[in-house]
């Protein structure tokens, strides 16, 4: 189903997303699709996600026209429509050229590049008004996991992201609980781990949305593989998975997006 502006988007779960990073330019963006579309069959009981870099977002989205299975979201936006913010898109460009769906917070963005819950929420917002769907990402480090501080720093990081919206009953949010520690190290967390913090996740987001949010996919990240993607998948609560280093090659890619 193609995301409408204004009304709520469906991503039949689970959720599987692939996060690229600074990885697969355009001539490699096309190649990986062709492939990817070549073996993968529309499939109606789960939805992939493909975040390329921005460049590439055109090529992704030009490829996959037609598949409503499959979305392509950005990796980034500013919060302002245009001005002078030399290097950075907005969210208006970013749906012109194909994406309708945003990544904000990934922990990359706000532990190497500084960015700050405030300006997390600025960036759902943007997304909010150019009627993007957008994946909020929230986790821990592992000092503040040592500290017991796990919950109340996610919890945090999911009112702020969200203090800015204007019509929690029409937004497209899905959430990515994201462990900073997990994050290309190769580490997981436990399965029964991941379960209850998104059980956590899942009970702040009734207390703001209400019932809706039963119905919005909380996906797990970091160190995910084609090894121990269907475990995490089958842990209660984990309604999708966010793939970084695993989902840059075709090959491992489609036999995560395969996972039963
Ligand atoms: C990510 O980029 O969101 C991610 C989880 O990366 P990796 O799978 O490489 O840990």
Redesign the pocket.
């Given at each position: 189903m193609a995301d409408r502006p204004g009304g709520p988007a469906t991503f039949p779960r689970p959720v599987l997303?692939a996060?690229w990073?600074m990885n697969n330019g355009p001539a490699q963006a096309k190649s990986f699709v062709d492939a990817f579309l070549q073996e993968y069959a529309a499939r109606n009981d789960r939805t992939i996600v493909v975040f390329p870099p921005a460049l590439s977002l055109p090529a992704v989205a030009a490829g996959v026209r037609g598949r409503t299975d499959i979305r392509v979201g950005t990796q980034n936006i500013h919060w302002a429509q245009k001005g002078a913010f030399t290097g950075e898109i907005s969210a208006e460009m970013a749906r012109d050229a194909g994406a309708s769906l945003v990544?904000v917070g990934?922990?990359?963005r706000r532990h190497v590049f500084g960015e700050t819950d405030d300006m997390c929420a600025k960036k759902c917002a943007a997304a909010e008004r150019a009627g993007l769907a957008f994946m909020l990402?929230v986790g821990e480090t592992l000092e503040q996991r040592e500290a017991g501080a796990t919950e109340s720093v996610v919890l945090g990081q999911l009112e702020a992201g969200l203090s800015g919206l204007r019509d929690l009953s029409t937004v497209n949010l899905l959430l990515?609980y994201?462990p900073v520690w997990?994050?290309?190290?190769g580490l997981n967390a436990k399965p029964g781990d991941a379960s209850a913090i998104h059980a956590l996740l899942r009970s702040k987001l009734h207390d703001i949305v209400g019932e809706r949010a039963a119905a919005i996919p909380i996906l797990y990240?970091?160190?995910?593989?084609d090894g121990n993607a269907r475990v995490l998948l089958a842990a209660p609560e984990v309604d999708g998975l966010?793939?970084?280093?695993?989902?840059v090659e075709v090959a491992s890619w489609l036999r995560i997006s395969g996972v039963p």
């Open positions: 997303a996060n990073k990544l990934h922990s990359e990402c990515a994201e997990a994050i290309g190290t990240g970091g160190s995910v593989n966010l793939v970084g280093g695993a989902s």
